[in-house]
């Protein structure tokens, strides 16, 4: 299908931090909501009737609305939440470029012959939406990415707004500039001060005017998309490449009880991690530092992806045996950690395909690997609710290793812009220490995930709006 019709969707979730607030609190709903304190950095659709915005400071705010209620942000739901859409995005089309961690372009080109034209595609999303993750979002229908981002931010909240190749003008013209993108404040302030407020009179202006206000790049940019000229693709942004998680122990002996407990923890991290995303990833890596940090790995790949937290236990206590043997000498390890790349999706699990594997507890497409993947899949589920303390597998629920300290932890996942999603809501005050042992080694958990996705996650998006 090769016709004009719109195909480019700009997806938006409302008031992104305030719904999500308001949807873990149920006492939320329908109220002023404010996410921040002394700036407010998102407000809900309740607390900007009262003219409350982000940005603004947190005294301002209580003014304007004396009903607000403040919430101190809850960031790895949010991560975790806007994981969970674009998730759902990728049901439709493979082509989702995620912009912030809460809004993307498709193009549902593709997509059509099996969902139907993109003004459904875009309903079915919302509802979707809405109904399996319980956020309102709005989703704008064109054939440029700039009228189709343009759209969902006129349909907002809540709604659909589909611009026909027809009516692009008529649609574009009458719109504030301020929806434009890259006008921000200062420059809507600056065309204000000429007599440009619509995207008509922008588009009306004379030439060399905005390049002479606002500078020849900006200038020129401004011209083309009032003018309704935007040829960017949506260009579907790969996904992270690899996850894992390590553990700096002090000088340890490398006993079986240290093997089993640590990497048992670290892939319990790992795998959760994997799930939490909808991936798993079929190359798995031990790496061992030693006491004179030296350091060693090993790397296996599998037939299919491992995303259950035994089969990863298994492989990686493998790996690590293999590394332990080739290192005979070492007497001390310092440091142990796992890693997962070869990332593919794989929600609904292959059973039994293309085996090579001799032990079925080592084939990760294998049945017994699909029961383990369940088995995860509802541990998961108990974490999301009651901590990710609540339950796990014996060898590592109950031994030292599953405690890491604190800050470590929220450190290493903060600098990272990672988040294991294993919420409850006071998650980042409980108590997680990885016993120092005798040796009084201190402990620090790093994890790390690779890729572009991270950008999105430190932060591109803002959440309001
Ligand atoms: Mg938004």
């Known amino acids: 299908m090769t016709d004009g019709a719109p195909t480019i969707l700009h997806a938006d979730l409302d008031a992104f931090y305030a719904s999500v607030e308001q949807l873990l609190d149920p006492a939320l709903r329908r109220r002023p909501v404010a996410v921040g304190g ?22 301002r705010a209580r003014q304007l609305c ?68 319980g956020l309102p979002l709005s989703v704008g229908v064109a054939r440029t990415k700039h009228l189709a981002k343009v759209a969902s931010q006129v349909a907002k909240p809540d709604g659909l707004v589909v611009v026909p190749p027809d009516a692009e003008d008529a649609f574009l013209r009458p719109l504030p500039v301020g929806l434009v993108w ?36 900006a200038g020129g940019k401004l011209a083309s ?4 000229v935007d ?25 079986a009880e240290l093997l089993r407990t640590t990497l048992g923890f670290l892939a319990d991290r790992v795998a959760g991690r994997l799930r939490a995303a909808g991936r798993g990833g079929r190359t798995v890596a031990v790496r061992v530092r030693f006491g004179d940090f030296r350091c060693a790995s090993r790397r296996t790949t599998v037939t299919g992806p491992v995303a259950s937290t035994r089969t990863l236990t298994e492989l990686a206590l493998e790996l690590a045996g293999t590394v332990l043997g080739d290192h005979g000498d070492e007497d001390h390890v310092t440091l142990l950690g796992v890693s997962v790349s070869n990332l593919v999706r794989c929600p609904p699990r292959q059973l039994e395909l293309g085996l090579v594997f001799g032990d079925a507890g080592h084939r990760p ?39 890491v300290p604190d800050g470590f932890r929220e450190l290493a996942e903060h600098r990272l812009g990672t988040s294991d999603g294993g919420p409850g809501p006071d998650r980042s005050r409980r108590q997680e220490r990885l016993d120092p042992g005798e040796e009084g080694g201190r402990v620090l958990e790093q994890e790390s995930v690779s890729g572009v996705g991270i950008e999105h996650e430190l932060g591109l998006g803002d959440g309001a709006g």
Do not use: K
């Not at 739901?77 to 993307?104: C, K, M, N, W």
């Not at 921000?184 to 995207?199: D, F, K, N, S, Y």
């Open 38 to 59: 002394g700036v407010v950095l998102a407000a809900s659709y309740e607390a900007r009737a009262f003219g409350v915005a982000a940005g603004m400071p947190g005294s």
């Open 66 to 133: 004396p009903a607000l209620t403040f919430v101190s942000g809850h960031f790895h739901h949010y991560r975790q939440l806007g994981d969970r859409v674009v998730e759902l995005f990728h049901a439709f089309t493979p082509a989702v470029e995620r912009v912030s961690i809460d809004e993307a372009f498709l193009d549902v080109r593709g997509a059509r012959r099996l969902f139907g034209s993109a003004p459904e595609i875009a309903a079915a999303l919302r509802r979707r939406v809405r109904d399996e993750v």
């Open 182 to 217: 890259g006008v921000g404040p200062a420059t809507e302030r600056r065309l204000a001060e000429v007599g440009i407020h619509t995207v008509g009179e922008l588009a009306a202006a004379p030439g060399g005017l905005l390049e002479h206000l606002l500078g020849t790049g």
């Open 225 to 228: 998309l009032a003018t309704n």
């Open 231 to 255: 040829p960017r693709r949506v260009a579907p942004v790969a996904a992270a490449r690899s996850v894992g998680a390590q553990a700096a122990l002090g000088r340890r002996r490398p006993t």
């Open 365 to 403: 497409a294998s049945t017994l690997d699909g029961a383990r993947w369940s088995v995860d899949r509802s541990v998961d589920a108990v974490r999301a609710r009651f901590g990710s303390g609540a339950v796990g597998y014996a060898a590592v629920t109950l031994s030292r290793a599953s405690h």
